[in-house]
T-cell receptor, first 114, second 112 residues
Framework: ETGVTQTPRHLVMGMTNKKSLKCEQH?????MYWYKQSAKKPLELMFV???????ENNSVPSRFSPECPNSSHLFLHLHTLQPEDSALYLC?????????????FGPGTRLTVL | AQSVTQLDSHVSVSEGTPVLLRCNYS??????LFWYVQHPNKGLQLLLK??????LVKGINGFEAEFKKSETSFHLTKPSAHMSDAAEYFC??????????FGAGTRLTVKP
């Protein structure tokens, strides 16, 4: 595997379900990100982990819970989601926290909440 | 505060003709600017980035962009469009790695 991988690629869940999205980066980076991409809206940064420490984002509902067990893996735990949470969830990684450091993206998980 | 505005939500060109995708930015600090491309069902791929070293930036697949501070613009161009260029393009402004702002995107259609 190379780059940034995400599983599953597609997920359909009910509002009472609990599921997790997984992201793995094979680039040796030390920062990882979760983004939400909804139709007709700009990408929204949800969470940032730098050196495995989380940077809080207060605008994200608590029904989304990130976890970063090590610098290569990132999870997004989902519970009691709403239909408006249906979107493409993208994971990204970068080396260091500098503003010149580009982010490398995974292919995304297409989430549908029924 | 920083933000980015992509002036066209959709651009359509014929194969072999030039491409121009427009981006204006607003930033309180000297910004870093990026262009990403997203093909259907794929993640975002970096095309090029501006880091203050040179105002004309060359990227992959023949794309380039020019940073114009006086106009607060960072337009993306390509001399000759190819069918494989059809995708969504995102302009991004960054002050820190925690604060990257994405434009709404421009969908590029390439007609045969």
């Amino acid at each position: 595997e190379t780059g940034v991988t995400q599983t599953p690629r597609h997920l359909v869940m009910g509002m009472t379900n609990k599921k997790s999205l997984k992201c793995e980066q094979h680039l040796g980076h030390n920062a990882m990100y979760w983004y939400k991409q909804s139709a007709k809206k700009p990408l929204e940064l949800m969470f940032v982990y730098s050196l495995e420490e989380r940077v809080e984002n207060n605008s994200v509902p608590s029904r989304f819970s990130p976890e970063c067990p090590n610098s290569s893996h990132l999870f997004l735990h989902l519970h009691t989601l709403q239909p408006e949470d249906s979107a493409l969830y993208l994971c990204a990684s970068s080396q260091g926290g500098g503003r010149y450091n580009e982010q490398f993206f995974g292919p995304g998980t297409r989430l549908t909440v029924l | 505060a920083q933000s980015v505005t992509q002036l066209d939500s959709h651009v359509s060109v014929s194969e072999g003709t030039p491409v121009l995708l427009r981006c204006n930015y607003s930033s309180s600090y000297s910004p870093s600017l990026f262009w990403y491309v997203q093909h259907p069902n794929k993640g975002l791929q970096l095309l090029l980035k501006y880091t203050s070293a040179a105002t004309l930036v060359k990227g992959i697949n023949g794309f380039e962009a020019e940073f114009k501070k006086s106009e607060t613009s960072f337009h993306l161009t390509k001399p000759s469009a190819h069918m494989s260029d059809a995708a969504e393009y995102f302009c991004v402004v960054s002050v820190t790695h925690n604060d990257m702002r994405f434009g709404a995107g421009t969908r590029l259609t390439v007609k045969p």
